[in-house]
């Protein structure tokens, strides 16, 4: 059978266990449709390099306008935008999306899901996994005038000496601090000492990761920074 090739703006190239979470908003002779998420059969649908390269060898990038071979959509709870990719074919770059057009497919208001709920270190970064079940989307691009970054590690105090970057921002009239998954963001700012970073105008695709001990959570899979 012949793949559906589904062509869309990469909004998310995030890291995922041993390989990758894609994600992006379908275009429909140029106009914005529904997100699509490809996922591969794994447990936990992490997407491989081998899997979503281009002919060339190269690796999707935030923007990037491509055609993705899919066998079939395959909606999972509250990630209604999955769909089985085609590991027999490699994945098309087209174009590059505009920054300047991503407020075309940006949300214009409204909170992150279902607010509330926060983890020590998080705000608003958790979500129990009953109300993520009745939502019909995983996926959201926003617009923030800036974004705070914190680097640190979070589990210090009980020995563990691992890292990681968390950004803050408001949307809505919400205050928001979340992890980030976004390896260019990560690799970027792992490499500077601990302590607090400041980002100016830039969208944010927000994922709502899979379960774990009946939470999902709220992570922010790309940074896209204004260009300068």
């Known amino acids: 059978m012949m793949p559906t090739t589904k062509r869309i703006v990469c909004l998310a190239n995030s890291r995922k266990l041993n390989g990758r979470c894609i994600a992006g908003r379908e275009l429909i002779n140029d106009f914005p449709g529904d997100w699509i998420r ?5 447990e936990h649908q ?11 060898g190269s690796d999707p990038r935030l923007l990037d306008i491509l055609d993705i071979p ?3 959509h395959q909606p999972e709870d509250y990630q209604q935008e999955n769909w089985l990719l085609d590991p027999q074919y490699y994945w098309r770059k087209i174009a590059k999306y505009s920054w300047n057009d991503l407020q075309k497919l940006s949300e214009t208001g409204g909170t992150l899901w279902r607010n509330g709920d926060s983890t020590y270190n998080g705000s608003n ?18 617009h923030v005038d800036k974004l705070s970054l914190r680097v640190f590690a979070p589990g210090e105090a009980f020995g563990n000496s691992k890292r990681r970057v968390q950004g803050r921002f408001r949307f ?7 992890w980030i998954t976004d390896p260019d963001i990560e690799r970027a700012y792992l490499r500077r000492e601990d302590g607090n970073y400041e980002l100016g105008e830039c969208y944010l695709t927000i994922s709502l990761g899979e379960p774990y001990n ?7 899979a790309a940074v896209m ?3 300068q």
């Open 214 to 220: 009946s939470y999902c959570y709220k992570l922010i």
């Open 46 to 56: 992490e997407v491989s390099e081998y899997e979503r390269q281009y002919k060339d």
């Open 70 to 72: 899919l066998q079939k």
């Open 125 to 142: 970064d958790q979500i129990q996994l009953h109300h993520a079940k009745n939502e019909t989307s995983s996926l959201k691009l926003i």
């Open 172 to 178: 809505g009239n919400n205050s928001y601090a979340l």
């Open 225 to 227: 920074e204004k260009p």
């Open 38 to 42: 490809p996922v591969s059969i794994r």
